[in-house]
Nanobody, 119 residues
Framework: QVQLVESGGGLVQAGDSLRLACAAS????????MGWFRQAPGKEREFVSQIWWSRGSSNYADSVKGRFTISRDNAKNTVYLQMNSLTPDATAVYYC????????????WGQGTQVTVSS
């Protein structure tokens, strides 16, 4: 069973940076895709970024391109989301998720970590 635990959220000011971490366990993740999603108050959950664990390729939502960077540390089984130049509209609960690379849907989710960006 896949377990995902996010950390690194907090309260920051506009323009600041934060790095979120997602510690993954329960599987060998070489055949997985790891994703970050977020849900702002009153809004639906939206895709932020994802990374293919084996080859390290990634993609991003247009709203975060150039400011957010996803990466993974194989030795620590951890995925990171580096968020720079944060704006208040980044305020949301951020979720880590995992899916097998051959399947389209994310089946495993973390509990989320709150990111609040003040203006």
């Amino acid at each position: 069973q896949v377990q995902l635990v996010e950390s690194g959220g907090g309260l920051v000011q506009a323009g600041d940076s934060l790095r979120l971490a997602c510690a993954a366990s329960g599987r060998t993740f070489s055949l997985y895709v790891m994703g970050w999603f977020r849900q702002a108050p009153g809004k639906e959950r939206e895709f932020v970024s994802q990374i293919w664990w084996s080859r390290g390729s990634s993609n991003y939502a247009d709203s975060v391109k150039g400011r957010f960077t996803i990466s993974r540390d194989n030795a620590k089984n951890t995925v990171y989301l580096q968020m720079n130049s944060l704006t208040p509209d980044a305020t949301a609960v951020y979720y880590c998720a995992a899916r097998q690379s051959a399947l389209p849907g994310y089946a495993s989710w973390g509990q989320g970590t709150q990111v609040t960006v003040s203006s």
